[in-house]
């Protein structure tokens, strides 16, 4: 079986991708994406014929808890610990130039 990517096609990507691989890095990359192509082709050639298409493996169910009204921390505490404090509120630096 030949390789399914070789060596200078690496390296055509690796250019187009704006990469500069060392020669080692070269070797490797190649070894390795051609590990990953040869994965693909085996998944590829399954029989999924009787498979339902899905987007993720397991059944989804909202998880959301209800609302519940529970203690919370004392507004004037924390606010007494704030570096700086407007209108009973943090204030914090305008980090963008709109008024």
Do not use: C, W, Y
Request: no cysteine; charged share 30%; proline share 7%.
């Amino acid at each position: 079986m030949a390789p399914a990517i070789g060596r200078d096609e690496v390296a055509k990507v690796a250019r187009l991708a704006r990469l500069r691989l060392s020669d080692e890095e070269l070797d490797t990359f190649t070894e390795q994406l051609g590990q990953i192509l040869d994965h693909a082709q085996d998944i590829a050639a399954l029989d999924l014929s009787g498979v339902a298409a899905t987007a993720h493996p397991f059944q989804l169910r909202n998880v959301v808890r209800p609302d519940e009204i529970r203690p919370s921390l004392d507004r004037d505490v924390v606010l007494s610990e704030a570096p700086d404090v407007s209108d009973h509120r943090f204030a914090v630096p305008r980090i963008l130039d709109a008024p």
